[in-house]
């Protein structure tokens, strides 16, 4: 039953490549399960090798090591010709949207469909069908010269979706486009795997798409996956530390002056909230009962998936015994929360 | 100055020049396109590597490019007569022309073919779309604008490969120039050879790059 669940498997899967001075690995013994019809994540820094990752699950790149399990189907012993097969039934789009450039909107998302044999008309039809679901019918005679980033990537997602594929892997498909876009192309995305029950695999550097979109996530670190798990989890306790630079770094604002604080007293106090705390007065209540005002250096809280999540860290007063009767109460309160020396 | 049919000495020339060039650069695309065709996808990097036979293409590309054309032309004598059955006049120069035009557009189409982004490239491989599909359907119409500047580029060369072949006995306004200005010292004649060799250089070098604009979606 949870075999049939699972729609891509990587098996001990590794990936090298032989360069001037030696090799490099760029995947190490990656094992990844990922769902039917869910919106997985994979997020890293750059070179990480997460772009490697996502080329390895269609055999762009040809893991060195280990098997490829698609719908099934070990894609690593395939021939040529059946990989091409296995291939239509996955789409994929880019962080340069790749299109034809010397062919327009239509003729771009009919290029799948006619290169697999159907006929021009169908091809045709069906290509206008994908350009209203993504909403550029009125576009379909336009060049992708003429069209704006967040159009030439509604384009190449009609492409990707033309063969009726069963997942569409995602590229850094929205790094090239600013944040507005972003939005709406992840609204598509969303919209896309709840209509059509298309898993949707999520390559990314940004924490704020996998927040916006994925149910699952890994994170990959020096080629190896260094934590993986509901998004909820991974904001709101990551363990690995690659886990904790990201969730951290990204949710604060940058640039955010710190002298302002008082440096001579360095205990901070980091309060997690995990969708249900939230909604009680913690903090109020902590004020009231400890008789004692703290400092919020910084707060947080965003809604994913429909439940409020967030951080906040407050700095605790300078007297020993206040702190300790702050940090007592916090325990008996059912919150996450832990003593940093950061903000 | 001009004697009696000097004008139509010239439109001969101009014909017989224009004939030698067209034909020859047609054949040599026969040639020479498969050629970059293959030299692009069988490298290492390519759709379809196959690094022997590119490497021993780009040697068989490189030693006929290498050899001066007034030479090479000297030298395939011997197969312009088994082909032609004749050595001198306009029809036997087009064989030593595409002998030595195809590597040149093998080249040309070559580095044309290169300049499609690998992106487009693997994007068609996420598709399915096999080596072949590849080729015909991705690289040389995305390629389309920088080949037929490249076209403008090797026709024009080999106009002015075919004006050599005057000094070996070929047509043209190559072999005017040579038989007029070189050996009578009828200045004034070569004079209006060159021109005219100019004014077609010219006019398809214009032609050349106009269809390459318009056919150009990137703008």
């Known amino acids: ?343 | 100055m001009f004697k009696e049919g000097m004008i139509q000495m010239l439109g001969m020339g101009i014909y017989e020049s224009l004939y030698m060039t067209l034909i020859s650069t047609f054949m040599s695309y026969v040639i020479g396109l498969p050629m970059g065709l293959i030299l692009v996808s069988t490298d290492k990097d390519g759709i379809y590597p196959i690094i022997w036979l590119n490497k021993l293409l780009g040697f068989i590309v490189n030693i006929l490019r290498s050899v001066p054309f007034l030479i090479l032309m000297i030298t395939v004598i011997p197969v312009t007569r088994k082909i032609v059955g004749t050595t001198i006049g306009s029809k036997a120069t087009i064989v030593p022309l595409v002998i030595a035009a195809a590597p040149f557009i093998a080249r040309v189409v070559e580095s044309s073919l290169k300049e499609v982004d690998k992106g487009v490239i693997e994007a068609a491989e996420s598709m399915g779309a096999s080596p072949f599909q590849i080729m015909f359907r991705v690289l040389l119409p995305e390629a389309k604008p920088s080949l037929l500047v490249g076209a403008a580029i090797s026709v024009t060369t080999i106009l002015g490969y075919s004006a050599m072949a005057g000094i070996i006995g070929g047509g043209g306004l190559g072999a005017i120039a040579m038989n007029y200005g070189l050996y009578r010292y009828q200045r004034d004649i070569m004079f209006i050879t060159v021109i005219l060799l100019v004014i077609i250089v010219q006019i398809m070098q214009e032609i050349g790059m106009k269809v390459a604009n318009i056919s150009d979606k990137r703008l």
């Open chain 1, 1 to 343: 039953m949870e075999q049939e669940n699972v729609i891509i498997e990587l098996k001990e899967m590794s990936k090298s490549f032989t360069v001037k001075n030696g090799v490099v690995h760029a995947l190490d013994k990656i094992n990844l399960k990922i769902n039917r019809g869910e919106i997985f994540g994979i997020i890293g820094m750059s070179g990480a090798g997460k772009s490697t990752l996502v080329r390895c699950i269609n055999l762009l790149e040809r893991p060195t090591e280990g098997q490829v399990i698609f719908d099934g189907q070990d894609l690593t012993v395939l021939k040529p010709a059946q990989l091409r097969q296995a291939r239509r039934s996955m789409g994929m789009i880019f962080q340069q949207f790749n299109l034809l450039m010397q062919k327009t909107a239509l003729e771009n998302v009919c290029f799948p469909l006619e290169i697999s044999g159907v006929k021009k008309e169908d091809a045709k039809k069906r290509a206008e069908e994908l350009l209203e679901i993504v909403g550029l019918e009125e576009r379909k005679d336009s060049y992708p010269a003429q069209l704006s980033g967040g159009q030439k990537q509604r384009v190449a997602i009609a492409r990707a979706l033309t063969t009726n594929p069963k997942v569409l892997l995602c590229d850094e498909a929205t790094s090239a486009l600013d944040p507005n876009t972003t939005r709406s192309i992840l609204e598509l995305l969303k919209d896309i795997n709840k209509r059509l029950g298309i898993t949707v695999v999520i390559i990314t550097h940004e924490m704020s798409v996998i927040e916006e979109i994925c149910q699952r996530v890994a994170i990959i670190d020096s080629s190896k996956i260094a934590e993986i798990g509901t998004v909820e989890k991974i904001f709101t306790a990551p363990k690995s530390n690659i886990g904790k630079q990201l969730v951290y770094s990204e949710s604060k604002p940058k640039g955010e002056p710190k002298a302002e604080f008082d440096d001579t007293n360095k205990r901070y106090c980091r309060i997690v909230f995990d969708g249900e705390t939230s909604f009680k007065p913690i903090l109020a209540n902590m004020i009231l009962e400890c008789q004692s005002v703290v400092n919020i250096l910084y707060a947080n809280t965003r809604n994913i998936d429909g439940q409020a999540y967030g951080q906040m860290v407050v700095q605790l007063p300078p007297e020993e015994r206040i702190a300790k009767k702050i940090i007592a109460y916090l325990e008996t309160q059912d919150v996450n929360f832990e003593e940093v020396d950061y903000v």
